[in-house]
């Protein structure tokens, strides 16, 4: 088992977060740990269950994977989708609206000689106080999107 794994594993029960670690990576390494104390019969969930409760590395990952955030979704993107395809719908208005407010920050930034990223003018516009109403907008928008699309 990797020192540094053990080490966030730990890190997160301490802390009762995970510190940039999902349940995944968790979960498969508790799966390498069952598969390597496997007996001869035993199927893998057996083993997978001796090695959270009998030995000490797999209960401290069991207890750092039930803490630990799922991991984020994944959106299959096909040949013919769009740019904005991680930001919701790019038909909805409110998903429109964010995205060229966005586009507009970055614009007026290259006038003063600053180059932003997309990542950068999405976030200075999503962010600033006076488009807050646009950013519940967007926020309601993408989670109705992410429900209804499927993964």
């Given amino acids: 088992m990797s020192n540094n ?3 966030f594993a730990k890190m997160t029960v301490d802390q009762g977060r ?10 498969t390494a508790i799966e ?3 598969e390597g ?3 001869d019969g035993e199927t893998p969930e057996k083993a997978y269950t001796r090695a959270i ?12 994977l039930k803490i630990a955030p799922a991991a ?7 040949v013919d989708a769009p740019q904005d395809y991680a930001h919701g ?4 208005e409110a998903v429109r609206a964010i995205l060229e407010g966005a586009k507009r920050v970055q614009a007026e930034a290259k006038t003063k000689s600053v180059t932003l990223s997309d990542a950068q003018a999405f ?3 999503y962010n600033a106080p006076e488009n807050a109403k646009a950013k519940a907008a967007y926020d309601r928008s993408v989670a109705l999107w992410r429900v209804k699309t499927p993964q």
């Fill in 5 to 7: 794994l053990m080490l």
């Fill in 18 to 27: 995970s510190p940039g670690l999902d349940k995944s990576v968790f979960g």
């Fill in 32 to 34: 390498k740990l069952a």
């Fill in 37 to 39: 104390i496997r007996r």
């Fill in 53 to 64: 409760t009998e030995i000490d590395d797999g209960r401290l990952l069991f207890k750092a």
């Fill in 72 to 78: 984020a979704p994944v959106f299959p993107a096909g």
């Fill in 89 to 92: 719908n790019p038909k909805d």
């Fill in 123 to 125: 976030d200075r516009f």
